[in-house]
C-alpha cells in the first residue's frame, strides 16, 4: 500500500451522497464513493449542523483504500455566517460594507479555526488578524457592537 495523491474536496457535513462533485474527485482513483460518504457522514454527523461546507483532505492510496482530515468550513463561510450575509458583494467596498460582524465573533472564528492541524501552533491573535482581513475581502466590516449601524434608527432628526 503505497500513496498515490492527496485530494482536497469541500463536502456539506452529515449529507455527503455520491454523485457527480464526489465522484470526479474520487472514480479515477478507484475509491469506493458510497464507503467514503457513509464514513464521511459518520464522521460529521455530531460536529456540525447538517449541510455545513466542510474542508476534506483525502489520502488516497494504490490499494483503494483512503483515510480523510474533515478540517473547519472556510473562513470566508463561517465570516458571512456571522456577519447574515448569503454571499459576498461583487466588489467589496469598506465605505459601504455589505454587513459588519463584531471583534468577539473574529475570536470565537479564530477558535474555531486553531483546532485545525495546520494551525494548531499559530497563536490566536495572529488567526484573528488573518480573519479580519478576509473579512476585508468578503465586503464585511469588524467593529464593536454598539458602532454596527441600525437600519431601524432614523439618522433624520426633522
Known sequence: MSFIRHVKLRVPSGTARPGPAIGQALG????????FCK??????????EKGVPLRVLLSAFTDRSF????????????????????KGPDAPNLDAPAGYI?????????KIKQKDQMMTHL??????RGI?????????????????????EDSDSD
Open 132 to 152: 479580519t482581513g478576509t473579512a476585508v475581502s468578503c465586503g464585511v466590516k469588524v467593529v464593536e457592537w454598539e458602532d454596527i449601524p441600525r437600519p431601524d
Open 102 to 110: 463584531t471583534p468577539e465573533a473574529v475570536y470565537e472564528i479564530a
Open 39 to 48: 464514513q464521511f457522514n459518520e464522521k460529521t454527523e455530531g460536529m456540525y
Open 123 to 128: 497563536p490566536l491573535e495572529g488567526i484573528a
Open 67 to 86: 483515510k480523510f482530515d474533515v478540517r473547519s468550513p472556510s473562513t470566508s463561510w463561517l465570516i458571512l455566517q456571522c456577519a447574515g450575509l448569503e
Open 28 to 35: 479515477p482513483l478507484g475509491i469506493n464513493m458510497a464507503e
